[in-house]
């Protein structure tokens, strides 16, 4: 599959899946882990609409949450580890294009996301490519994770920097 189709073929699966009720998280995994291209596990809980331009390349963990508005630019890759909750309008962008102007329109640079286990990503924080969560950490809502979060602590800002940490 090319790179168009392989987007088309998302954004087609993402407008099925956000026609489908709340209710029915059955056929919401159901269209997810085609989406993905794996299974699913019955406890992950999603609300839609969910937007996603390849899909192929998310994988989620048990009892992961994604609230309504989330936006999952996968084309670096994303891991969410088990346990996860994602707040509203969360986006999750693997992928950018290069500053020189040069060669801004011809390239696209990506690098994968991984979050942790137990991780609780804020309403509408953005995370960025490459950039790993570690376990049980939290990000506010709102912020711009441009760098690694390590475990147990709390980010926020614009760029996210470490508030506390926990426990």
Known sequence: MTFIETVQRAISLTEQLNRLPYADQDGIRAHWAELTG???????????PVYSDHGVRTRVGRNVF????CRFNDIGGIEIGDDAMLGPGVSLVTAGHPVDPATRRGAVTSAP????RNVWIGASATILQGVTIGDDAVVAAGAVVTRDVPPRTV????????ISTIG
């Not at 994604?66 to 508005?69: D, I, L, P, S």
């Not at 996301?113 to 942790?116: D, K, L, N, S, T």
Request: charged fraction near 5%.
């Open 38 to 48: 794996q299974a699913v596990d019955e406890s992950f809980h999603l609300i839609p």
């Open 66 to 69: 994604v609230n309504q508005g």
């Open 113 to 116: 996301i991984v979050i942790g």
């Open 155 to 162: 980010v926020g800002g614009v760029p996210a920097t470490v």
